[in-house]
């Protein structure tokens, strides 16, 4: 039995017969968005993390102090959570790019990424929106915070191996053109946020993994004023029109999608 769940932004909740893995943990700082109990995530087995923005961190500290998860990371971030005075040095392993990690129920790989890049369209837009919504300083604020949890040179994506079953999952929409990916993936999770033309910048590398079927992520308004909501019906009907045989998920908040 293997269920996804999606929390909010890039927070991923994959059950693989009973054992838990809880990716990119964050609670949206949009009070019009839910948000999570902490008490959704007390019995997590382990903790993932791609990147050290903040989006993808800063809330994991309070996860560990409720939880008795493992917490995987890189380096970079391993050294964030250390400036934070969290007790990495018992909770956290340090993941190194290309490594396998075996857990009870399943395979764990990791894979270099990037992150995705801005183009001038989606920081025009974000500029112009936080001018004339006058919220400088709340995006100020978030900026701070961005700066706390600069990333580094370090991004991951993880591949899991559970029930015959590979599933893909990216933080960030970006792709090392240097790193050979797994195709025919049974599952990919895919970050749709961080430029203006996601549908057409996504397509040729969803084409590429070739997933069976491709999960959204990442699309909400998070944080604004900095991020936005991402119109994702495009994408579907792109999908269905330029790639038929791969089914495109937009999973509702909390909502458990099984892949099995």
């Known amino acids: 039995m293997i269920e996804l769940a999606w929390f909010g932004t890039a927070t991923i909740l994959l059950n693989i017969d009973g054992e838990k893995l809880l990716f990119d943990p964050f609670f949206r ?7 999570p ?21 800063c809330d994991v500290p309070e996860i560990l102090v409720r939880s008795s998860a493992k917490l995987y990371v890189s380096s970079t971030a391993y050294l964030r959570l250390k400036k934070q005075k969290v007790n990495v040095a018992k909770r956290a392993i340090v993941l190194h790019y290309n490594e396998t990690r075996n857990l009870k ?9 990037q992150h995705v890049r801005n183009d001038i369209g989606i920081i025009l837009l974000t500029a112009l929106k936080i001018l004339f919504t006058f919220q400088i300083n709340k995006a100020w604020k978030l900026l701070r915070m961005h700066h706390k949890y600069l990333m580094g040179g370090s991004i991951m994506a993880f591949e899991v191996k559970a029930n015959g079953k590979t599933i893909l999952i990216f933080g960030s929409a970006g792709v090392d053109k240097n790193v050979k990916l797994p195709s ?26 070739n997933p069976k079927v491709v999960i959204l992520d990442h699309f909400d308004n998070a944080f604004p004023p900095v991020t936005g909501n991402v119109n994702t019906s495009k994408f579907v009907k792109v999908m269905a029109k330029k790639l038929p045989d791969i089914k495109a998920i937009v999973p509702k908040y909390k909502d458990t999608i099984k892949l099995d």
């Open 29 to 35: 700082r949009n009070k019009k968005l839910e948000q």
């Open 37 to 57: 109990d902490i008490k959704e995530f007390a019995h997590v087995d382990y903790i993932f993390n791609t990147h050290s923005h903040f989006d993808h961190l």
């Open 105 to 113: 129920k399943c395979s764990l790989k990791v894979y270099q990424s």
């Open 184 to 209: 025919g993936v049974d599952v990919l999770v895919w970050p749709f946020q961080g430029r203006s033309n996601m549908t057409k910048y996504s397509l040729p590398i969803i084409e590429k993994i």
